[in-house]
């Protein structure tokens, strides 16, 4: 089975086309912005343009408007190849990462950017399982909700330099490790996780004498 992964949920953007379990090519950047432009074009210099029997997407969170991007790209192009598609959480595939690009067989927490200066913040277990419900805190709050020695994330290095201990693993999402996952993490339902409420609320219904 071919399978196409697709992140665009952090400053990075990544595709990646599997083949049986290996990875057949992929690509990475780092771009801060831009990522309609490129994601896109980025799936259509893989192999057979991308085609695959199925598809992974990041479902955040993260940047608003980057999750928006997979999640449009992966549905069209699963409607467009009558191919099942996938979500996964971002913040489980940095925990994945951790265990096997940097080698580190314990729990670690993930700290990544967020919105409005706050940080998204989750421990996961060895198996790569959350241990903890998705928090967005500001970074003092954070530094205290990450329990675990290791932290992984774009936020790492400044939580661990501010809770002063622990080992920090500067990693983005790169949907070249998608099939890390903990199987039981893969969900049919895309809807985003954004992680944090909305910024607007409605006005409050107020009765014929203007009381709330």
């Known amino acids: 089975m071919r399978i196409l992964a697709i992140d665009s949920a952090s400053e990075a953007c990544s595709a990646a086309l599997f083949d049986g379990g290996k990875v057949v090519d992929g690509f990475f950047e780092i771009l801060g912005r831009g990522h309609a432009e490129r994601l896109v074009p980025m799936i259509g210099e893989l192999p057979d343009r991308g085609r695959a029997d199925r598809i992974l997407v990041s479902l955040g969170p993260g940047s608003f408007t980057g999750v928006r991007i997979g999640l ?45 200066g706050e940080w998204f913040v989750q421990d996961f277990a060895r198996d790569g399982l959350p241990e903890s419900e998705l928090v967005s805190l500001g970074p003092e709050e954070a530094a205290q909700a990450a329990r675990h020695a290791y932290v992984a994330g774009s936020q790492a290095d400044a939580l661990v330099s501010l809770r002063g201990n622990g080992k920090a693993l500067p990693l983005r999402p790169d949907a070249r490790c998608a099939l890390l996952l903990p199987r039981s993490l893969l969900s049919d339902r895309l809807s985003p996780l954004y992680g944090r409420g909305p910024d607007a609320k409605l006005p409050q219904k107020t009765n014929r004498k203007g009381a709330a």
């Not at 069209?76 to 080698?103: K, S």
């Open 72 to 116: 449009a790209a992966a549905r069209a192009l699963g409607l467009a190849w009558q191919v099942p598609v996938a979500g996964y959480p971002t913040l489980a595939l940095i925990a994945a990462m951790a265990r096997t690009e940097a080698g580190v067989d314990k729990p670690v927490s993930v700290a990544v950017t967020g919105g409005h």
